[in-house]
Structure formats: structure tokens, C-alpha cells
């Protein structure tokens, strides 16, 4: 065997194959899970709100001094949770802009809403699915 030839070839390899992807050496991704700010209709904000923050949120809307919340992903996306009576719930919810507006057909149970939060904030494909929706006009 010619070593000459294998020294040259692995020393190749050692400095092209990094460059090519082909590096042996791993690293976890650095992006961050997305936060989400919840407000009540008081102006009190939790810039990363939590599940059990989401479920004591929903239990505090009683129509009187709290009476929605927006859960915000950022300037353009949000869920708003609205009390309309006791244990009765609309939604909206903006996709982008003000031209993607969109708002529950029906009313639901404080149950729902958080369970569609929660689904919103943990950024589930299909969090809208859970409801029937409608544009608002």
C-alpha cells in the first residue's frame, strides 16, 4: 500500500470534509421556542406566559373585571378570548393583518378556551380546527 498516497488523502478529507457537511461534530439548535404574551382586558401582560398562567387566566373572566384576553405571538397574530356570559366564550383570532381577521360562529365553554390557548400558544398545526370560525366584517 502506498501510505504516502493514504497520508495525502486523509489529510484530504480532515480539512475538505468539514466544509463539505461532512463533519462529525453535532450541535443542537439554537432557536428558541416562541413566546407568547398573554393581556387581560386591564392591561395586565405576561410577556411569556405559561400553561397554568393560560388556565388561571380563563378561570379569572367573569365579565366584570376581566372580560377578554389576547394571547399574542407577535404584532400580527393573536387569539382573543372574549366572556360573554357565564360559562359562555367567543373568539377571535388575526392571521397576519387586519384583513385575516377571524371570530367564532358560536359561543363555548371555559373549558374550550383554554384548551384552544393552550393548543395556540404550543403552536399546533391545528389549533383553528377546534372551532368553527368565520371572517369578521
Known amino acids: 500500500m502506498n501510505w504516502r498516497f493514504l497520508s495525502v488523502v486523509v489529510a484530504v478529507f480532515l480539512l475538505v470534509g468539514?466544509?463539505?457537511?461532512?463533519?462529525?461534530?453535532t450541535t443542537a439548535p439554537t432557536t428558541e421556542p416562541q413566546a407568547y404574551s398573554l393581556e387581560d382586558?386591564?392591561?395586565?401582560?405576561?410577556?411569556h406566559a405559561t400553561g397554568d398562567e393560560i388556565k388561571a387566566a380563563v378561570t379569572a373572566l367573569d365579565?366584570?373585571?376581566?372580560?377578554?384576553?389576547?394571547?399574542?405571538?407577535?404584532?400580527g397574530h393573536f387569539l382573543q378570548v372574549n366572556w360573554d356570559a357565564a360559562n359562555s366564550f367567543s373568539f377571535q383570532y388575526q392571521a397576519g393583518d387586519e384583513k385575516h381577521l377571524f371570530q367564532?360562529?358560536?359561543?363555548?365553554t371555559a373549558a374550550?378556551?383554554?384548551?384552544?390557548?393552550?393548543a395556540y400558544q404550543s403552536g399546533a398545526d391545528n389549533w383553528a380546527k377546534q372551532i368553527e370560525w368565520e371572517p369578521v366584517k
Not at 112 to 118: F, N, Q, R, T
Open 41 to 47: 382586558s386591564n392591561n395586565k401582560r405576561l410577556p
Open 18 to 25: 468539514p466544509v463539505c457537511g461532512n463533519s462529525t461534530t
Open 104 to 108: 367564532s360562529t358560536r359561543k363555548y
Open 112 to 118: 374550550v378556551a383554554e384548551k384552544l390557548l393552550l
Open 63 to 75: 365579565g366584570d373585571k376581566v372580560v377578554f384576553l389576547t394571547l399574542r405571538a407577535d404584532a
